[in-house]
């Protein structure tokens, strides 16, 4: 059963140009998580998404960032127009279920670097 | 609002010394935390975690966690850490739809 996978492992951007994250959850999940890592800091959330709804995008930030989960695919975490600020891992994780008696499992992260 | 705390930023031990990492949390609801790992280039793996029951809770590779309630706190333990212990530690408690986390302690092991 393989894991989450993410790709790209890295990614270089020049500033302004559109950065697309790719997420597969583990097989059997339908809930998917985003988080982002900036240096030195924990894991903080971005957005919650089922097949085809955004549940909670509270951690998103209000402009350039978007996320889909479509019904066929893996999940996607799109940052337009990328700043140095953007740089930072990227990082997916799914359940099989939510509420709060859930263990999210993690993908190896996307590393995003905005030059 | 939920909200995780790590004091211990940066840790050096010696091989076989015993470990302990603070986590205090702050949630309003029915908790369910959790440690991860984050070996150096590897992605986060879950050590343990506690949902209700027992609030000593095992983990893997000799880990375990005790949950004390009064105090807010889930501080990670391991009686005689390697040098493959050697990783970030995350605590992490649950949200409505997410985990938050703290900051992260970077534990180091002298062989």
């Known amino acids: 059963n393989a894991g989450v996978m993410q790709n790209p492992r890295h990614l270089v951007r020049r500033r302004g140009q559109e950065a697309r994250l790719r997420c597969s959850p583990m097989?059997?999940?339908?809930?998917v998580y985003w988080y982002r890592q900036l240096p030195e800091e924990g894991l903080k959330f971005m957005v919650y998404l089922q097949k085809e709804n955004i549940i909670d995008e509270s951690g998103m930030p209000k402009e350039r960032f978007s996320a889909e989960f479509p019904k066929e695919g893996p999940s996607i975490l799109r940052i337009q127009q990328v700043v140095r600020g953007d740089s930072a891992a990227y990082f997916c994780?799914?359940?099989?279920?939510?509420?709060?008696?859930?263990?999210?499992?993690f993908g190896p992260g996307t590393r995003l670097t905005v030059t | 609002a939920q909200s995780v705390s790590q004091h211990n930023h940066h840790v050096i031990l010696s091989e076989a010394a015993s470990l302990e990492l603070g986590c205090n949390y702050s949630?309003?609801?029915?908790?369910?935390l959790f440690w991860y790992v984050q070996y150096p280039g590897q992605h986060l793996q879950l050590l343990l975690k506690?949902?209700?029951?027992?609030?000593l809770v095992k983990g893997i590779k000799g880990f375990e966690a005790e949950f004390i309630k009064s105090k807010f706190s889930f501080n990670l333990r391991k009686p005689s850490v390697q040098w493959s212990d050697t990783a970030e530690y995350f605590c992490?408690?649950?949200?409505?739809?997410?985990?938050?986390f703290g900051t992260g302690t970077r534990l180091t092991v002298i062989p």
């Open positions: 506690y949902f209700s029951g027992d609030p």
């Open positions: 992490a408690v649950n949200g409505a739809n997410n985990l938050f």
């Open positions: 994780a799914s359940s099989p279920t939510s509420g709060s008696s859930y263990e999210q499992y």
């Open positions: 097989k059997g999940h339908s809930h």
């Open positions: 949630y309003g609801g029915t908790v369910n």
